[in-house]
């Protein structure tokens, strides 16, 4: 039986059937190069959760038409696409805090899934949206390090152009 | 066996757990940000520096602002506040800047900002011997149409006034022409060097004659620049222009229709006149008094008569299509004796004036609503402006009243608003006859005139 391996980055290794590794673009690529039926994946920056995580969303997507055709389109035409639309089951999937939701998304650009990626950029822009600069720092911990100057500055600058509601 | 190792590509976070947004590449937050509305962008760039640089990178790369505009304000306002320019500045044309579309954003949240940025009022007034019939305003120059038939511009910093043209009866109305589509003009000399956000002024009086001339005062202006026809042994009634079309309504039912142009394209050149080349002449289809309107290359006509819209489509002068509003019921008679005054605005909305003093509107064209906003005043509706966020009525007891009104469906919210702002014009309760807005190029400006008194009203943010 054809399976893929992948090693995680603490140590831990998965064993993936063929069909749903292929979703990962970089693994379909490999293959086509290198036909073979065992291969291992040591994947770097990628840990056991995280790639548990992954795969179960490769898993359940394996069959999906779209995930085929997503072809790597340029950043303009991503730019022209303002929906958010998500499917509905991606967005419970991805009900998680930023920390693991920025693993993932880590994880997808390196494995090249590109539906997963753009579903975790969808979703950090769903978390900030409709938040203050304030609230969104919080939200995503960051650390402050503009001077209260700066921050006047920057907080007249864009703060008025938000919109009244 | 094969085997592949995938590498972090950038050897500094190895591990990615506990880390935050900030610690993505660039490349990647790129990706997230692109994936973010306007607002959301913006507030981003305010959270830490490397998040600022980012965007200010990324407005100056990407289409963020293009964004902003198609998202938030909807094409139609986008549209109006292109300043009517037709000159390569269409909005679905590649060739926009992008600084373009930072600066129609910029001006349509400032025009948001009425109300709540500080404002500065200058009221002009002496115009006793010489009522006013009609106001335009651009950039630092307000136009203005007096009874007498003089058209005089006047810079409301050092409130100079100089004529620029002289009709023999009243000016029924004025409109102002930017076909180079340039950011401002400063063709009117001036002491205080003001500037115009338009190049010519067309002006339409009751002596039936047209004339369009630069924005200049008579005693420099080469006889030569000044045009003057006479479409018709009418009297002209309304006249409005949008990118390189100008329409006049004449009393005879007619619309005239005249497509525009510059002598050299592109370039303004004040010793010579604009080219008017007549482009249709339409009938009116009901021979009542109506309004209109003129949105990119569709004329829309309201007759009281009959309480019906037609639309005329100017690229095919004989096809005429006429579509009726569903008005509300108002009695039995017809609707001219409930109708006083009807403002046909931008490409689908109307504003009914009843004689009652009750105000309909509609914003599809089609199905007309209550607009119970009189209830907030005392005395009737005369006149109103909406121009990028803002709508400014102009009432009979010389109070003006303004609302905020960001998007078109934001009509419909005003119901239970408050005005923003509001002032009373004049001391002697002359009602307001005219209103106009533009954008002086850092906030917008709102003039008011009643026959004898101007207010310019000026709102202008502390950042600048």
Request: aromatic content about 0%; proline content about 10%; some cysteine.
């Given at each position: 039986m054809s399976a893929i391996k992948f090693e995680t980055s603490d140590g831990f290794t998965i064993q993936v059937e063929r069909e749903t590794a292929v979703v990962s673009k970089v693994v379909k690529n490999f293959l086509e190069y290198h036909p073979t039926d065992k291969c291992t994946f040591h994947l770097?920056?990628?840990?056991n959760a995280t790639l548990r995580k992954v795969v179960e969303w490769m898993r359940h997507h394996k069959d999906d038409a779209y995930i085929e055709t997503e072809s790597d389109e340029s950043d303009e035409e991503r730019s022209q696409d303002v929906s958010i639309e998500m499917d509905p089951w991606d967005a419970n999937f991805l009900n998680e805090d930023l920390f693991f939701l920025l693993d993932i998304l880590n994880a997808a650009n390196f494995m090249k899934i590109k539906v997963l990626f753009k579903n975790c950029c969808k979703k950090i822009y769903l978390m900030s949206k409709g938040k203050s600069s304030v609230e969104i720092k919080r939200l995503l911990k960051e650390r402050c390090d503009f001077t209260d100057e700066d921050l006047q500055r920057i907080a007249n600058k864009y703060e008025w152009m938000a919109r009244v509601n | 066996m094969h085997s592949l190792t995938m590498r972090e590509?950038?050897?500094?976070?190895?591990?990615?757990?506990?880390?935050?947004?900030?610690?993505?590449?660039n490349e990647l937050l790129e990706k997230v940000f692109l994936f973010c509305d306007g607002i959301t962008i913006k507030r981003l760039s305010a959270v830490c520096k490397k998040f600022n640089t980012m965007v200010i990178n990324l407005s100056r790369l990407k289409d963020v602002w293009k964004k902003c505009v198609f998202t938030e304000i909807g094409k139609e306002i986008a549209d109006e506040l292109s300043r009517y320019c037709s000159g390569g500045k269409r909005l679905d044309n590649s060739l926009y800047l992008n600084d373009f579309y930072y600066k129609l954003y910029v001006k349509w949240c400032r025009s948001l900002n009425v109300g709540k940025w500080p404002s500065t009022d200058t009221p002009i007034n002496g115009f006793f011997q010489n009522p006013i019939s009609c106001i335009k305003v651009s950039g630092d120059l307000i136009i203005m149409g007096h009874k007498d038939g003089c058209v005089s511009i006047c810079d409301y910093l050092s409130q100079n006034i100089e004529i620029a043209c002289r009709h023999i009866r009243m000016v029924t109305d004025i409109a102002l022409i930017d076909l180079a589509g340039q950011d401002s003009y400063s063709i009117f000399k001036s002491r205080v060097g003001a500037i115009s956000n338009h190049h010519h002024i067309v002006s339409i009086s009751k002596d039936q004659n047209v004339r369009v001339y630069p924005i200049q005062s008579a005693s420099i202006m080469n006889k030569y620049s000044h045009l003057a026809f006479k479409p018709a042994s009418s009297e002209l009634n309304y006249v409005r222009v949008f990118g390189e079309y100008c329409a006049i309504y004449a009393n005879s039912m007619k619309i005239f229709l005249w497509k525009m142009s510059l002598s050299s394209p592109g370039c303004v050149d004040v010793n010579k006149p604009l080219n008017f080349s007549l482009f249709a002449v339409v009938t009116s289809p009901d021979r009542l008094p109506g309004w209109f309107n003129l949105w990119e290359n569709k004329v829309r006509c309201f007759c009281a008569g009959r309480g019906i819209l037609h639309e005329i489509n100017v690229e095919n002068a004989y096809s005429c299509s006429s579509r009726r509003l569903r008005l509300p019921r108002l009695g039995t008679g017809p609707y001219s004796q409930y109708i006083s005054r009807a403002f046909v605005l931008r490409k689908k909305t109307i504003i009914l004036v009843m004689v009652s003093g009750l105000l309909y509107y509609s914003i599809d064209g089609e199905t007309l609503h209550d607009f119970p906003i009189y209830k907030h005043f005392t005395s009737k509706v005369i006149t109103l402006a909406l121009w990028g966020g803002i709508l400014a009525l102009g009432l009979e007891c010389g109070q003006l009243a303004i609302y905020r009104c960001p998007t078109i469906s934001d009509l419909a919210l005003l119901h239970d608003q408050k005005p923003v702002y509001k002032l009373h014009l004049d001391r002697r309760d002359e009602p307001i006859i005219s209103l106009d807005i533009d954008d002086y190029g850092k906030g917008p400006v709102v003039v008011a005139a009643t026959h004898n008194a101007v207010s310019v009203l000026k709102w202008f943010s502390s950042d600048d």
């Open positions: 770097n920056c990628v840990d | 590509p950038l050897s500094d976070g190895g591990h990615s757990s506990q880390s935050s947004l900030a610690d993505l590449p």
